[in-house]
């Protein structure tokens, strides 16, 4: 009939009447008008342009029905003007409650308000929260978003949402617990840098084991792609949350635990709940039947859509965004809670942070949307924020991706695939960082398909300053094949990346690489897998981590694998430089191989038990390779080594002092001596987890067996530090009671240095090996410190002979403590840079005494100064 303007509040029925407006009509929104929408339209709804006021959908004072529906119009669009707001609040509309069983049925009718306009549902959510009563407990307290794992069975785990004295509460579990089972915490600690550890444990104090929680729930998404479900292919756990409603059907169908997938089963007695707004599409002719309506294509645009171009404001709370796309660009502000989608949502170039929390995308029930990406975080310069956020997707270019933006969150978020689709041409890493600056991405979950096709867990490229941190990653089941490249791609010349705890569940793992990176500056990674509890890289993954291109600043530590098709631990190309492997570890009969253009370190590195020499020994041959010629490993739990190799200085390192003659480097790492040469080689660093020498050594030209002396012509002498300087003479190396002698704190470590003089002509010179005694426990309690600064702190004005101490004073933690004798004495402490300090004075052990006194200071990468003041006590004698 006419199209409708409205200048002053009204209802939208009432728009309706005035107009009067008939199924394709436009609605405009000016001065300031709010227009309320309290029940499913009248119409269907065309175009509505919101200039200056606002469209209200109001969910939580619903005037008839169980649910809002609101249809608009194929290929129509509710634009949002630069004075304008959408603004959608709704509330929860109960679909009933779960039973245990596999594939369990919901009906949608009722819902729908006798069948109206049936469409997609993207997400619901479920009662999934579960206590869990405790006893026994020791350890470091749980906190919230910790994760829980069953001890005997790690599959088993749920993410911890309440932290109380004799229980916990997590928002799902991913199976059931009895009494009596152990449960425990694995988590990031403080041990001189950041260490992975199993930090708390307990025993199941309660008859039936698990039980209800209620008001917990945790969002499902909808498996179906194309029309056909995917639900049989997706994780029975932390990746499962799924279930399958194709497109204008009323059923609504859960997961099966049958097989090795098929989705997540909840328990018996859990809610489940859907949000009672929805969007929908559909055309003249269907609204006239009571249907939606999809054209089949891959043109998002087609569908009922949002446009913010001229800045509006949008905010939805409480919906499902079904067959309409709102996907858009140039919002003012952006705003999501508990919100479902298909193919996408959200504003690119958003004038303010836009924020996402609790919502779920799936891709795609209806068609396959090639061009989206569920959660696409385009040129935010204003960041943004992704919060316990899920994407169930059988296809799309990326389940998270974040391009060309600054101050991102990404937090306690999953992404999951299914393991098959209908276009997987298309896929994507589940996680995808592309020109972003001021990542945070913490407590993420990536679940991958199975097949050849797809892509990493995450990749990141030309970005910088990344943080991740306890990122937990898997396929759905154990692969036979090398169907990714790797687990996580950086490259693209990306800087300042830091990788903090990852934890692998399920029996899968990536192809080739677990983290593969190419021209890369200043990379950190840390803490995957335990010493005692390593990566399991099955039969055909190959190393940990492989560096290629102009890689630099490269620093991995405290990181276990065990297995693989290539057993070595990491890959690394010649012009890679400044790198360095700490406390890691492979199977022991892998190659130890500290290999790169400049200044490769290795201490600690379980491998090399082979042959010196061969491809499961210590490398001998370094071409192209300078800097240092001291590292240091452990070949089997009680035999490690401390081996010199013959690479020449770099132009930066040199620990190498020539005191006679010409001994000549070549740069595939061979020595050459003639008489009279004497050189001299000194350890950089003192190696730690190391108890004592047993006196054997290997000297080695080329391949050699352990423990055979290959060098003639050649006297090596040393000399040792172990921590109270060296000890002033030089003894012969090949003497065995010279070494037996040494006993070793492995706290404090050992630090070596060699004299080598040549009687004669010996060529080829490749490394000399001197066997150690070592054990676990001390490798474990003595891990090289990582993450750390060496502050020094002056204590201005304190008075002489007062005692002082220094305290992290987050975890009390003793830094410093000692007996000022100046009244200004400069203390050197090792920690975190950034740390909150405690420092504490007393003096009251003389004639004249003080008040204690206490004060606070943050750590820095220089030094810091102090003021103490301190009042003398006139009344203590």
């Known amino acids: 009939m006419a199209n409708y303007t409205c200048t002053t509040n009204m209802t939208l029925e009432a728009c309706i009447t005035a107009g009067p407006m008939v199924s394709g009509d436009n609605l405009t929104i000016n001065s300031g008008a709010t227009v309320t929408c309290d029940r499913t339209p009248s119409i269907l709804i065309g175009v509505v342009t919101i200039n200056y006021g606002k469209l209200f959908i109001d969910g939580i004072n619903i005037g008839t029905g169980n649910m809002i529906n609101f249809v608009g119009e194929y290929a129509q669009t509710i634009t949002v003007n630069g004075q304008g707001e959408l603004d959608v609040n709704g509330k929860w509309y109960t679909l ?27 997400m619901i959510q479920v009662e999934t929260g579960r206590r869990l009563d405790f006893n026994n407990s020791s350890g470091i307290t749980p906190e919230v978003d910790d994760w829980i794992f069953k001890t005997s069975d790690r599959t088993i785990m749920g993410r911890i949402v309440e932290v109380h004295s004799t229980y916990l509460v997590v928002k799902f579990l991913t199976g059931t617990l009895a009494n009596t089972d152990e449960i425990h915490v694995r988590k990031i600690i403080d041990n001189n840098g950041p260490d992975l550890q199993k930090s708390w444990t307990a025993d199941i104090n309660n008859a039936s084991g698990d039980i209800k929680e209620t008001g917990i729930y945790q969002e499902f998404g909808n498996s179906v792609i194309n029309g056909v479900s995917q639900l049989s292919a997706f994780h029975h756990g932390v990746g499962g949350f799924a279930f399958a409603n194709i497109f204008q059907s009323t059923t609504l169908t859960m997961g099966t635990a049958t097989g090795t997938t098929g989705g997540f089963v909840p328990p018996s007695g859990c809610n489940v709940r859907i949000p009672n707004i929805h969007f929908s599409t559909s055309n003249i002719t269907n609204y006239a039947s009571n249907n939606t309506y999809n054209d089949g ?4 645009y087609n569908r009922y859509n949002l446009s913010t171009a001229s800045a509006g404001k949008v905010n939805f709370s409480l919906c499902n965004i079904g067959s309409a796309f709102f996907g858009c660009a140039s919002a003012n502000e952006f705003k999501c809670y508990n919100v479902g989608a298909t193919i996408s949502i959200g504003s690119a170039i958003a004038g303010t942070k836009t924020i996402y929390h609790n919502c779920c995308v799936c891709v795609d029930p209806l068609d396959l949307a090639a061009s989206s990406q569920p959660f696409h975080l385009t040129d935010l310069v204003n960041g943004t924020e992704v919060k316990d956020c899920l994407a169930i997707c059988g296809a799309a270019l990326s389940n998270f991706a974040m391009t060309s933006s600054t101050d991102v969150s990404i937090i306690g978020c999953i992404s999951s695939n299914a393991g098959s689709g209908t276009n997987i041409s298309i896929r994507g890493p589940l996680y995808n960082i592309v020109r972003c600056k001021n990542v945070v991405f913490n407590n993420n979950v990536a679940i991958s398909n199975l097949n050849s096709t797809t892509y990493p867990f995450l990749t990141i490229q030309t970005s910088e300053n990344v943080s991740i941190n306890n990122f937990i990653v898997g396929t759905q089941t154990n692969t036979t094949q090398t169907w990714v490249s790797s687990g996580i791609t950086i490259n693209e010349f990306s800087k300042n990346i830091e990788i903090i705890g990852m934890e692998i569940i399920s029996a899968g793992l990536p192809g080739r690489w677990f983290i593969q990176t190419d021209d890369v500056i200043d990379l950190r990674v840390r803490c995957v897998g335990l010493i005692d509890d390593p990566i399991d890289f099955g039969t055909l993954t190959d190393e940990f981590i492989t560096l290629s291109g102009t890689s630099s600043k490269i620093s991995i530590a405290r990181c276990w694998k065990k297995n693989g098709q290539t057993k070595t631990f990491q890959g ?31 201490k600690g590195l379980h491998a090399g038990s082979g042959t010196p020499g061969s491809t499961t020994g210590i490398e001998e041959l370094y071409p192209a390779c300078y800097g240092y010629q001291f590292t240091d490993g452990f070949r089997s739990d009680v035999v490690g080594f401390i081996v010199c190799n013959m690479k020449p200085p770099s132009a930066d390192i040199n620990y190498v002092t020539i005191t006679a003659g010409n001994p000549l480097f070549y740069n595939n790492g061979y020595l050459d001596m003639t008489s009279g ?10 190696a730690l987890g190391h108890i004592s020498f047993p006196g054997t050594y290997t000297s080695v030209l080329g391949v050699s067996g352990w423990n055979v002396n290959e060098w003639t012509n050649v006297t090596v002498d040393f000399q040792y530090d ?22 070793v704190v492995a706290a404090t470590g050992v630090k070596l240095k060699y004299r080598f003089t040549a009687t004669g002509t010996s060529t080829s010179m490749t490394m000399f090996i001197i066997d150690t005694v070592t054990s676990l426990a001390a490798q474990k309690a003595n891990w090289y410190p990582i993450d750390q600064i060496t502050c020094d702190i002056t204590l201005n004005g304190i008075v002489v002979g007062s005692r002082y101490w220094i305290y992290d004073s987050d975890t009390s933690a003793e830094l410093a403590e000692g007996t000022a004798s100046t009244t200004s004495p400069e203390i050197t402490v090792i920690c975190a840079n950034n740390t909150n300090l405690l420092i504490r004075v007393r003096k009251s052990s003389a004639a004249t005494k003080y008040f204690p006194f206490k004060t606070t200071a943050v750590s820095n990468t220089t030094s810091i100064n102090v003021a103490i003041i301190q009042v003398e006590d006139g009344i203590a004698t």
Do not use: H, K
């Open 677 to 686: 040469d004497v050189i001299e080689f000194e350890m950089s660093y003192f």
């Open 297 to 300: 294509t891959i043109n998002e």
């Open 572 to 602: 690394v190309a010649t012009y890679a430089n400044d790198i360095e492997v700490l406390n890691c570890g492979a199977d022991y009969a892998t190659f130890f191989r500290a290999y790169s253009l400049d200044n490769y370190i290795i």
């Open 96 to 122: 009933g409650t779960t039973d245990g069983t596999n594939a369990q049925v919901f009906n949608l009718a009722t819902y729908y308000d006798s069948s109206f306009c049936v469409d997609t549902v993207p």
């Open 722 to 743: 172990i921590g109270s300087g060296w000890n002033g003479s030089w003894l012969d190396a090949r003497t065995v009671s010279n070494w037996t002698g040494i006993s």
